[in-house]
């Protein structure tokens, strides 16, 4: 299989600064243009699933996607930025919020598959802030997952995600080693990996052949 792992437009959060980040960002306009500077050139690889973050600015960034492809997004928690769905200064401040709800999607984003998890109280649920180990044993969840569902086959497999939650499944469980990683992945930049059930190869990473110089962000 193939998995490509895409980050999400520049978001408001990125054009801010950390005090003034709120908990569920939309795309900026210059996001919205990379976006659609995406959508094309991933038309060209015909996808057979996209996944997709709850988060606003992953589900922003994968409309213009299943518009370009008949492809339809599939909406899977697992996927959401590490920490979780919060708000405030940092630290013991951070305050657990909802996340988008199951209606507010459905309305929002009609055509993506909302699974029943995501209700009336949202896909966070207002728990606290997601701590190091709880991180570790979601992204250890998703990668099992995602060998147990695709690794047999020849497909590819997109994820609409984050920054943060790359690096860390880069690092963690599929074995990428610190000094391949950049400290901070581009906007709607592409990351791949070819996998099978005894070999995984890092063939792209942090890839933005997609977009002009003008458009380029982090």
């Known amino acids: 299989m193939q998995l490509y792992l ?3 437009g520049q978001s408001e959060n990125n054009a801010r600064p950390e005090h003034l980040r709120v ?10 243009q990379q976006a659609q500077h995406l959508a094309p050139w ?22 213009p996607l299943t ?5 339809e997004v599939e909406i899977k928690v697992e996927l959401h930025e590490v920490g979780g769905c919060v708000a405030g200064p940092g630290g013991d401040d951070l305050v657990g919020r909802p996340g988008i709800t199951g209606d507010q999607l459905r309305a929002d984003f009609p055509g993506y598959r909302v699974p029943d998890v995501i209700d009336d109280h949202g896909w966070w649920k207002s728990q606290s802030n997601e701590t190091a180990p709880q991180l570790h044993a979601r992204v250890e969840k998703l990668f099992r997952w995602t060998i147990q569902e695709f690794a047999d086959g020849d497909q590819k497999i997109g994820f609409m995600m984050h920054a943060d939650i790359t690096h860390h499944l880069l690092s963690e469980v599929a074995g990428v080693t610190s000094d391949r990683l950049e400290r901070v992945l581009y906007n709607t930049a592409v990351t791949r990996l070819t996998i099978g059930h005894d070999s995984l190869v890092m063939d792209i990473y942090n890839s933005i052949s997609h977009l002009p110089m003008s458009m380029v962000s982090r």
Do not use: Y
């Open 6 to 8: 895409i980050r999400h």
């Open 23 to 32: 908990e569920d960002a939309e795309l900026t306009e210059l996001g919205h």
């Open 42 to 63: 991933f038309a060209t690889l015909e996808l057979d699933r996209l996944f997709c973050s709850p988060f606003r600015r992953t589900l922003q960034t994968a409309w």
């Open 67 to 71: 518009e370009q492809s008949g492809l």
